[in-house]
């Protein structure tokens, strides 16, 4: 029987410092739902949805700054053991669709392996949304981060 082996490698992505003294900065359209993402149909048509909140930030926010931005506005959001789970909506342009992809998950109060993570690393271009999908403390973590029993 021959030996079978596996290897994790990590990527790393160098990160560009963006001088934000001398660049201009970007506006990005993010909308807040509680406990689930909006759907992909809200954003078809030139549509979105209803409660969006306009950030201008730079390419090397992490979502920590992110997660300190919303809670600055939404002050339900600021409660120890907040989930904040980011997706990026995009259009897909062979389709003439949207999609969602999520990006990583910031708690209040705790570190997490997402806190870091720029919008450069998750690949956002400039014009793409930003939903997030707020769990407040009382209820389950999003399920994709949840441990399972196994």
Same mark, same amino acid.
């Given at each position: 029987m021959a030996n079978v082996e596996s290897m994790?490698? &990590? &990527? =790393?992505?160098q990160v560009k410092q963006i001088d934000r003294e001398k660049t201009c900065p970007l506006l990005l359209r993010v909308f807040c739902s509680t406990g689930r993402h909006h759907s992909v149909s &809200?954003?078809?048509f030139g549509n979105v949805p209803t409660n969006e909140l306009q950030i201008y930030t730079w390419q090397d926010a992490t979502l920590h700054e992110l997660t300190s931005l919303v809670r600055d506005v939404n002050p339900d959001t600021r409660k120890k053991g907040t989930y904040f789970d980011f997706a990026v909506v995009y259009p897909n342009y062979r389709s003439n669709h949207f999609q969602m992809r999520e990006i990583g998950v910031t708690c209040t /109060?705790? =570190? /997490?392996? @997402? @806190?870091? =993570?720029t919008l450069a690393q998750a690949k956002f271009s400039i014009g793409d949304f930003l939903d997030i999908s707020i769990t407040p403390p009382n209820r389950l973590p999003p399920t994709a981060r949840r441990q399972r029993p196994y």
């Open positions: 994790i490698v &990590e &990527e =790393k992505t &809200e954003y078809m /109060g705790q =570190k /997490g392996i @997402d @806190d870091n =993570k």
